[in-house]
T-cell receptor, first 116, second 108 residues
Framework: DTGVSQDPRHKITKRGQNVTFRCDPI?????LYWYRQTLGQGPEFLTY????????KSRLLSDRFSAERPKGSFSTLEIQRTEQGDSAMYLC??????????????FGQGTRLTVV | AQRVTQPEKLLSVFKGAPVELKCNYS??????LFWYVQYSRQRLQLLLR??SRESIKGFTADLNKGETSFHLKKPFAQEEDSAMYYC??????????FGTGTRLQVFP
C-alpha cells in the first residue's frame, strides 16, 4: 500500500500516560495534516506542516500535544498526560502543494486512541 | 466563522431512488468545497471537488454561492453508495473544515 500509513492503528492507554503516533505520508507530498475525529463528528483540524515547518496549529491543540515532522518526511504526534477526553480517532493526511493550486488530500486509516 | 453544516445525520433511500445530501457553509472569502466519502472499514477519500465540476460515480454537486450550499446529488442510488459522506471546505491555508457527516443507507 503506497498511501498514507499510520501506526499504531489502535492504542489503549491509562490516563496520565504519554502516547506517540506516527504518520508516513505519500513520499512526494510536501504537506502533512493531523485531524482528530470523535464519535458523531467530522474530522477536526489540529495542525499542518509544509515540509518540516509547522505552519498552523488549531486552538484544539493544547500544550499537552506536540507534533513534529523532522526532515519533512514522517510526522509524530505526541500527547502527554493523556485525559479521557483525548479518546478519539487521530487522522493524518498528506497532499502536494503546487504554485498552480492544491491537490487532493489523501488520508491514512487513522489511529484510534482509547484512554481508560 | 468558518463552518460547514450537514443537517441530516442519516438518509435512507431505496435502490434507484434519487439522493440529495445537503451541505451549507459559512466562509467570508472564496472557499473551495469538497465531498469526502468513507465506505465501511475504509479510509476517508475524496469524492469530488467543486472546481473540477465533474461527476464521480454518478454524483454531482453544484456550488451555489447565493445560498452558500454545495448539495450532493445522484439521480439513482445504488447499494454500493451506502457510506458516510462529509462535506468540507478548504480555506486559504488548505486545512479542511468538515461537517458532521451524513450516513447514507441504500436499501435493496
Amino acid at each position: 500500500d503506497t498511501g498514507v500509513s499510520q501506526d499504531p492503528r489502535h492504542k489503549i492507554t491509562k490516563r496520565g500516560q504519554n502516547v506517540t503516533f506516527r504518520c508516513d505520508p505519500i513520499s512526494e507530498h510536501n504537506r502533512l495534516y493531523w485531524y482528530r475525529q470523535t464519535l458523531g463528528q467530522g474530522p477536526e483540524f489540529l495542525t499542518y506542516f509544509q515540509n518540516e515547518a509547522q505552519l498552523e496549529k488549531s486552538r484544539l491543540l493544547s500544550d499537552r500535544f506536540s507534533a513534529e515532522r523532522p526532515k519533512g518526511s514522517f510526522s509524530t504526534l505526541e500527547i502527554q498526560r493523556t485525559e479521557q477526553g483525548d479518546s478519539a480517532m487521530y487522522l493524518c493526511a498528506s497532499s502536494l502543494a503546487r504554485y498552480s493550486g492544491n491537490t487532493e488530500a489523501f488520508f491514512g486509516q487513522g489511529t484510534r486512541l482509547t484512554v481508560v | 466563522a468558518q463552518r460547514v453544516t450537514q443537517p441530516e445525520k442519516l438518509l435512507s433511500v431505496f435502490k434507484g431512488a434519487p439522493v440529495e445530501l445537503k451541505c451549507n457553509y459559512s466562509y467570508s472569502g472564496s472557499p473551495e468545497l469538497f465531498w469526502y466519502v468513507q465506505y465501511s472499514r475504509q479510509r476517508l477519500q475524496l469524492l469530488l471537488r467543486h472546481i473540477s465540476r465533474e461527476s464521480i460515480k454518478g454524483f454531482t454537486a453544484d456550488l451555489n454561492k447565493g445560498e452558500t450550499s454545495f448539495h450532493l446529488k445522484k439521480p439513482f442510488a445504488q447499494e454500493e453508495d451506502s457510506a458516510m459522506y462529509y462535506c468540507a471546505l478548504s480555506s486559504n491555508t488548505d486545512k479542511l473544515i468538515f461537517g458532521t457527516g451524513t450516513r447514507l443507507q441504500v436499501f435493496p
